[in-house]
């Protein structure tokens, strides 16, 4: 089955730039989503299809997909941004939904 | 405005049974396909199942063995998910989502509902 993985953990200083990391095969040829979860609370999708943002999404959200990896970029990051982050995609082999094993973020 | 409402979480001892339920407003249920996934406490997303608008065609993980059964309602605007034969490592918060598009995003969740298998 198609494998997920992300870094446990990033931490960044407030005001600068964020990049969590979502590896798998070739998966720049697939559809890669991300998420937001702050404690006690159900996800957000932030960005779809590689780099679309949904609607009240701040244009600090970015995202890229290419070779190996996708990327999650938060520009400016701001204490509010300090939460849990999974990327998720369609394996078309096996028709299942994937999801990556998360990344903690932490604003310092 | 649309809303994931999920119902039907609770305690049950390892080998039993539940259903849990969504109730979906907001929106044409008909016309989207649904998701169950799941948080195990203090771990990560685990996709669940999925439906067609249609209710004709659903896919399971792997991990389940064939133990759960997703349906849906289309009359009622609800989703469903029956679960059998219970184990202590299905204790999660079961979410109820939403495919937002054909590369089966969830653009919505519900606030989710908590399953514990303990005897």
């Known amino acids: 089955s198609y494998v997920l993985t992300q ?8 005001g600068k730039t964020a ?17 937001q979860q702050k404690p006690g609370q ?17 244009e600090r959200f970015s995202g890229s997909n290419s070779a190996n990896t996708a ?12 939460a849990d982050y999974y990327c998720q995609l369609w394996d078309t082999s096996s028709d299942h939904v994937v999801f990556g094993g998360g990344t903690k973020l932490t604003v310092l | 405005e649309v809303q994931l409402v999920e119902s039907g979480g609770g305690l049950v001892k390892p080998g039993g049974s539940l259903r849990l339920s969504c109730a979906a ?6 016309s989207y396909s649904m998701n169950w996934v799941r948080q195990a406490p203090g771990k990560g997303l685990e996709w669940v199942s999925s439906i067609n608008g249609g209710g004709g065609y659903t896919f399971d993980a792997d991990s389940l063995k064939g133990r759960f059964t997703i349906s849906r309602d289309n009359a009622k605007n609800s989703l ?3 679960m059998n034969s219970l184990r202590a490592e ?14 089966r995003e969830s653009d919505y969740w519900g606030q989710g509902t908590l399953v514990t ?3």
């Open chain 1, 7 to 14: 870094p446990p953990s990033v931490s960044v200083a407030p």
């Open chain 1, 19 to 35: 990049k969590i990391t979502c590896g798998g095969n070739n998966i720049g040829s697939k559809s890669v989503h991300w998420y």
């Open chain 1, 42 to 58: 159900a996800p957000v999708l932030v960005v779809h299809d590689d780099s679309d943002r949904p609607s009240g999404i701040p």
């Open chain 1, 71 to 82: 990327t999650l970029t938060i520009s400016r990051v701001e204490a509010g941004d300090e």
């Open chain 2, 25 to 30: 407003s907001g929106f044409s249920f008909s």
């Open chain 2, 80 to 82: 469903y998910l029956q």
């Open chain 2, 90 to 103: 299905d204790t999660a918060v079961y979410y109820c989502t939403r495919e937002g598009s054909n590369w």
């Open chain 2, 117 to 119: 298998v303990s005897s």
